[in-house]
């Protein structure tokens, strides 16, 4: 089982609103991710959780804030986004040590900032 | 930094032919992961075959084989008797423990 599910799958805010993105895991995997893609263009690191600790954030903008509540979920808060942030996310999660060293991807979150 | 540099933008190949689709990364570790993942029209990013760098070993995932050659830091992927399902956007992405490095990726489009 390599499962990586995301919620909600579709989302529109406005610039003013606070939503955000989930992510779940349950494969024991103590790594977590959060991507961003937009269209054509290959996913962009944003944060990556490693124990629950967040151990790399690639200068990402404070109006998106990532929290790990625990080793299976991963969130993404989102305030005052501007219409440039639409775009997919992705989650993924990968387990230390484990052969391969494989990160394993979600669906993705579609968003739209309107 | 690892950069990774996938140098065809596009392709497309009859059905039931054989592809390569060609990838070369830069970096200054010995042990890394390499890895061609497949995006369909779904977006979902769906993981194609690995390898790791200590193996010399080139990694098999039924039609779908890596041609890695550690001293010219090149990991080509090659599709054979490729399928309609395969049409889809490949990454080819680099790893040495946490932070996975993207390529700019290869459209693929596989024509009845």
């Known amino acids: 089982d390599t499962e990586v599910t995301q919620t909600p799958k579709h989302l529109v805010m406005g610039m003013t609103n606070k939503k955000s993105l989930k992510c779940e895991q349950h494969m024991g995997h103590r790594a977590m991710y959060w991507y961003k893609q937009k269209a054509k263009k290959p996913p962009e690191l944003m944060f990556v959780?490693?124990?629950?600790?967040?151990?790399i954030n690639e200068s990402v903008p404070s109006r998106f804030s990532p929290e790990c509540p625990n080793s299976s979920l991963l969130n993404l808060h989102l305030h005052a986004l501007q219409p440039e942030d639409s775009a997919l996310y992705l989650c993924?999660?990968?387990?230390?040590?484990?052969?391969?060293?494989?990160?394993?991807f979600g669906e993705g979150s579609w968003l739209t900032v309107v | 930094a690892q950069t990774v540099t996938q140098s065809q933008p596009e392709m497309s190949v009859q059905e039931a032919e054989t592809v390569t689709l060609s990838c070369t990364y830069d970096t200054s570790e010995n042990n890394y992961y390499l890895f061609w993942y497949k995006q369909p029209p779904s977006r979902q990013m769906i993981l194609v075959i690995r390898?790791?760098?200590?193996?010399?070993q080139n990694a098999t995932e039924n039609r779908f084989s890596v041609n890695f050659q550690k001293a010219a830091k090149s990991f080509s992927l090659k599709i054979s008797d490729s399928q309609l399902g395969d049409t889809a956007m490949y990454f080819c992405a680099f790893t040495p423990i946490e932070k996975l490095t993207f390529g700019t990726g290869t459209r693929l489009t596989i024509i009845p």
């Open positions: 390898q790791e760098a200590y193996k010399q």
């Open positions: 993924a999660s990968r387990l230390r040590q484990a052969a391969g060293n494989t990160i394993y």
């Open positions: 959780y490693s124990y629950e600790k967040l151990s």
